[in-house]
C-alpha cells in the first residue's frame, strides 16, 4: 500500500473517530457512536498491516493476544450481573 493511501485511510479513520465521540455524547446516538469507533479503528489496524514494513511473526503473535484477550473478555462479560457492572468496568481498567 503506497503512502498516499495509508494516509487517506488513517484520514478516514481519524474522521470516523471524531464522529464517534460525537455520537457517544447522548444515549439516543451511542450505538451509532460505537459503530464508527469501531469501523475507524479496523481501517486503522488494517492500515497499518497493508503499509508494510511488518513482520509477520510479530503480527501473529499481536493477533493471537487479541483472540485470547477477547474471549476471556467475552465469558467474563457474559457471566457478570448488570448490578455488578461498575465493579466489570474497574477491574478491566485495571
Known amino acids: 500500500m503506497n503512502q498516499s493511501l495509508t494516509s487517506f485511510a488513517y484520514l478516514i479513520a481519524a474522521v470516523l473517530f471524531i464522529l464517534a465521540l460525537r455520537g457517544l ?14 469501523v475507524g479503528m479496523l481501517i486503522a489496524i488494517v492500515a497499518t498491516f497493508l503499509h508494510g514494513g511488518m513482520d509477520w511473526g ?12 477477547g474471549s476471556i473478555g467475552l465469558v467474563v462479560a457474559q457471566k457478570i450481573k448488570m448490578t455488578a457492572l461498575p465493579q466489570l468496568v474497574a477491574a478491566f481498567h485495571s
Open 58 to 69: 510479530w503480527a501473529l503473535v499481536i493477533l493471537l493476544g487479541v483472540a485470547i484477550g
Open 25 to 38: 455524547s447522548h444515549p439516543t446516538t451511542s450505538r451509532r457512536g460505537n459503530q464508527f469507533g469501531m
